[in-house]
């Protein structure tokens, strides 16, 4: 089982949503697909599904070319950002509809949502109606929908967005575990980096309408190919410096250190260096360290970390560091990170690390 | 509160004592007003002649307004703002303004004096009322529910009876509240496109009045009967005003 996009593109009259992209996703996997807002997630989802048609190119399935079947015809399942279920309808026969529009007998449907709904912990709200659930249980509820009809493509649209907190961490452990047992090819579009991390599988990054990047999550996130896909997988946003190097000496903004041995030494030039929020720290772990004095622009406490925005000969940087450190405005606090940790990029955002 | 109660205290009497004498309750009680409508043809085939051509306005303007709001509501197309708008200004003209052509029209079709007559006249306003009103409660449904619903399996229609109607049952059902108390109150269409078959309650009122002299008591038990089927349809429809002046739409 294989979905397969050749030349995918989508375009109105006056814009571009999609530009022309290619994806192969196998069988079995879970795809994060991570991207801005605005970048075309949706868009993508959409043509993926079914519901709108590409300006160019094919889809195929199993090599089967699925481009102008309809979303009918497609075995595919959606959960949106929105709560959508059937209002009209209780939780029960929310779940059993894509069966009974399958012409199934009642006591296998029967079956399956008691099955699926023991699944996502749904037992107890059968009887009841869609808005009478919280939001997080409206959420179960279109995902029991989607997972009870054994769809062969699982598309899920920042379906934890419109979530609390708590809610969201919590589905967010579980989902993984939900589809890891299941025959079919899952996309789940996110805009949150940690959310591609903590559900692994693979991860497809877009921006701007353009596939930037696609490969196993870490590996993206370890080796990202080009600058915006580094951007796009780090938030808090990535501290990028233009820099001239020479003879694998990086000098930003007056700041001078060696790039880590496995670096060439004869890569000169101009190129961008970037460093992980959490990669700046504000304690000495090894003797090759380099140190910045920064001056504390903004820090700001959230749970068990703080993120820190500080200046340094007019550049802005940010640190994101676990514990929690109350500096005041204007204070001068170091801030180490490890050379090795950099990512550095030429002017044609390719990585040369 | 006043001008009801006047109307009931009325109908519980003679006529000769609405003219004679001023008492705040009926001092001869008498159910004899009711008893002549219920018995007499005339007066109890207006009703039926009105609730027949209401009943069919109300449920031919919503079947033709539902299709409608839906395509407003869910596609572009050209000059769909401006068609919108259109179908509204419809309700600005007074009725009268058509009556003559309707009446021509029917006469030479064969249609006057028909309860469908009538009924298809009141469409005329109805119409855009319903597809105004249903147009608000189906803009508020997101698109993703139809799309949900595809996915799900639904064909169209089978998602549209299934799931959409039982959705929007709230803006229907202010629709259908809409379409019956305009329909039932227009009088004028309705007494110019009928005769004698057809003719509305409201109708054999100013003529019964005009030909037997003051007949007051009768005529207020025929008043007083012919604000029943209002308050019996806002009765069920209460809860759902709520939510239509809520979405803006009422």
């Known amino acids: 089982m294989s979905l397969n996009l050749t030349n995918i593109s989508k375009k109105n009259l006056f814009e571009t949503h999609i530009y022309s992209s290619n994806l192969i996703l196998e069988k079995n996997s879970i795809n994060v697909l991570l991207g801005p807002t605005l970048s075309g997630k949706t868009t993508l989802m959409r043509l993926i599904a079914g519901l709108d048609e590409p300006s160019t190119g094919k889809i195929y399935f199993n090599e089967k070319d699925i481009t102008k079947d309809k979303v009918q015809k497609r075995n595919v399942a959606m959960v949106y950002q929105q709560f959508i279920n059937y209002p009209s309808l209780t939780v029960y026969e929310n779940i059993a509809s ?80 939900i589809f890891t047992k299941r025959d079919c090819i899952v996309i789940y579009a996110t805009t949150d980096p940690m959310d591609a991390l903590l559900i692994g599988g693979n991860t497809i990054v877009i921006n701007e309408g353009k596939i930037v990047q696609y490969g196993k999550t870490i590996d993206v996130y370890k080796n990202p190919s080009d600058l915006i896909s580094a951007k796009v997988f780090n938030d808090p946003p990535l501290n990028v410096f233009e820099s001239r190097i020479k003879n694998g000496i990086v000098n930003i903004n007056n700041i001078e250190f060696h790039l880590s041995k496995s670096v060439s030494k004869n890569l000169s030039g101009n190129y961008k260096v970037c460093i992980r929020p959490h990669h700046l720290k504000n ?61 550095i990029f030429n002017s044609n955002n390719k990585i040369t690390v | 509160m006043l001008p009801i109660y006047w109307l009931l205290n009325m109908s519980f009497k003679t006529t000769n004592e609405i003219i004679n004498t001023f008492s705040l309750w009926p001092i001869n009680f008498t159910f004899e007003n009711y008893i002549k409508i219920f018995t007499d043809s005339t007066w109890y085939m207006g009703y039926f002649n009105s609730l027949a051509y209401v009943l069919l306005n109300t449920i031919l303007s919503v079947t033709a307004a539902l299709p409608a709001a839906y395509a407003f509501s869910r596609y572009k197309f050209v000059g769909d703002k401006h068609l919108f708008f259109w179908l509204l200004t419809n309700r600005m003209a007074p009725p009268a303004v058509f009556a003559l052509p309707f009446f021509q029209l029917y006469s030479s079709i064969n249609l006057f004096d028909t309860h469908i007559a009538v009924a298809l006249a009141h469409c005329l306003f109805n119409i855009p009322l319903a597809v105004w009103i249903l147009e608000g409660f189906i803009s508020a449904v997101p698109k993703e529910l139809d799309e949900t619903a595809y996915i799900d ?62 007949e007051l008591g009768l005529l207020a038990a025929a008043g007083s009967l012919t604000i029943l089927p209002g308050a019996f349809v806002i009765y069920f429809v209460r809860n759902y005003i709520a939510k239509g002046f809520a979405l803006g739409r009422v």
């Open chain 1, 98 to 177: 894509p069966l009974r529009v399958l012409k199934h007998e009642p006591d296998f449907i029967h079956q399956k949502v008691i099955e699926v709904a023991s699944l996502l912990k749904l037992n107890n709200f059968l009887e009841k109606r869609p808005h009478q659930l919280s939001g997080g249980q409206q959420q179960r509820t279109a995902l029991a929908r989607a997972l009870i009809k054994n769809a062969d493509l699982i598309l899920l649209d920042e379906p934890l967005a419109n979530l609390d907190f708590k809610l969201r961490e919590e589905l967010r452990e579980e989902l993984p575990k």
């Open chain 1, 283 to 343: 304690k000495k772990e090894e003797i090759d360290d380099v140190e910045i004095e920064g001056k504390v622009r903004i820090c700001e406490i959230n749970g068990s970390e703080t993120l820190i925005h500080f200046d340094y000969n007019k550049l802005n940087y940010t640190s994101l560091i676990n514990g929690i450190f109350n500096y005041s405005i204007q204070d001068t606090v170091k801030f180490y990170f490890k050379p090795s940790n950099c990512l």
């Open chain 2, 153 to 214: 399996g639904y064909s169209f229609p089978r998602f549209f009876i299934k799931i959409f109607i039982p959705t929007i049952t709230a803006g229907i059902g202010i629709a259908c509240f809409f379409c019956f108390m305009f329909s039932w109150v227009e009088l004028l269409l309705a007494k110019t496109l009928t005769s004698v078959e057809a003719k509305p309650i409201a109708a054999t009122m100013t003529r019964t009045a005009s030909t037997a002299g003051y």
